[in-house]
Antibody
Framework: EVQLVQSGAEVKKPGESLKISCKGS????????IGWVRQMPGKGLEWMGI????????RYSPSFQGQVTISADKSISTAYLQWSSLKASDTAMYYC?????????WGQGTMVTVSS | EIVLTQSPGTLSLSPGERATLSCRAS???????LAWYQQKPGQAPRLLIY???SRATGIPDRFSGSGSGTDFTLTISRLEPEDFAVYYC??????FGPGTKVDIK
């Protein structure tokens, strides 16, 4: 079964760092782009960026460039989304998704809560 | 950057009725790169339509997509109870529309 499994919910304080993960299985992880999507509480979907695990080629939305870092470790079929200094406004659900004819497979989401 | 606009914001319909959702782009979008997703509360989005008109695996044929250039449409021919949800369009590798909520009248 093709699936993406994301790491669990996180509760952090403003200024802390965080790295969440997305592990692919059931397919050739290095052959498909993986994207990250933010959904703030009660709001719509926002495309953050995308990475090709085969060579780590990465593209960011202008809205998220410099705010987050997307990476991947192809040896363990895992993509990452990280922050160096979280803000309260980073509170959201974050989804990873495989890009093949659009985002065809989605992770279950990781809820990140940033609160003092 | 292309901006996607969806209308209406909310569509109130009864089961069995036909739903027509619109997605309009600020610039021409290649039809090969327009997708539609469904999201239910507490769930991840699910791909319905890719390439503007191709149904994703396992998607019932009551869902259909059409359009080209700057105007795209998702049609649900007869609403089933499980179809009441939020629908998003997306240009591949880029922005999503703001969504259309289909709720029960």
């Amino acid at each position: 079964e093709v699936q993406l499994v994301q790491s669990g919910a996180e509760v952090k304080k403003p200024g802390e760092s965080l790295k969440i993960s997305c592990k692919g299985s059931g397919y050739s992880f290095t052959s498909y782009w993986i994207g990250w999507v933010r959904q703030m509480p009660g709001k719509g979907l926002e495309w953050m960026g995308i990475i090709y695990p085969g060579d780590s080629d990465t593209r960011y939305s202008p809205s998220f460039q410099g705010q987050v870092t997307i990476s991947a470790d192809k040896s363990i079929s895992t993509a990452y989304l990280q922050w160096s200094s979280l803000k309260a406004s980073d509170t959201a659900m974050y989804y990873c998704a495989r890009n093949h004819d659009a985002f065809d497979i989605w992770g279950q989401g990781t809820m990140v809560t940033v609160s003092s | 950057e292309i901006v996607l606009t969806q209308s209406p914001g909310t569509l109130s319909l009864s089961p069995g009725e036909r739903a027509t959702l619109s997605c309009r782009a600020s610039q021409s979008v290649s039809s090969s790169y327009l997708a539609w997703y469904q999201q239910k509360p507490g769930q991840a989005p699910r791909l319905l339509i890719y390439g503007a008109s191709s149904r994703a695996t396992g998607i019932p044929d009551r869902f259909s997509g059409s359009g080209s250039g700057t105007d795209f449409t998702l049609t649900i021919s007869r609403l089933e109870p499980e179809d009441f949800a939020v629908y998003y369009c997306q240009q591949y590798g880029s922005t999503f529309g703001p969504g259309t909520k289909v709720d029960i009248k």
